[in-house]
């Protein structure tokens, strides 16, 4: 097998996968669920970035649009003291990126 920098291809390829997902993940919920109304702000590029980890998790199971949904939902409510959004958060959650 191939290395780089002691780093087989095949590492590398998935290092780059997930790098790849974490940065369309932190893209979707800044432009397009944006709860708090922020993606027009530059300075607020990473206000969603904590939530990255936890929608990276729920991909990688195999989870679908609607627990995706209740995932958005339990941070709007419970992490930012919003009213709970449903149809919001399925909407954007249809977006997710692929894993």
Not at 36 to 42: K, N, S, Y
């Amino acid at each position: 097998m191939q290395t780089v920098d002691g780093i087989s291809a095949s590492n590398a390829m998935s290092q780059r996968y997930e790098q790849d997902l974490l940065t369309r993940i932190s893209e979707v919920l800044h432009y397009f669920w944006d709860p708090i109304g922020v993606c027009g702000e530059p300075n607020a590029r990473d206000e969603y970035d904590s939530y990255v980890a936890g929608i990276y998790a729920l991909l990688e199971g195999g989870a679908n649009t609607e627990q995706i949904a209740i995932h958005l939902d339990k941070i709007a409510v419970g992490g930012m003291g919003l009213r709970s959004n449903m149809e919001h958060n399925r909407v954007r959650a249809d977006r997710r990126p692929a894993p």
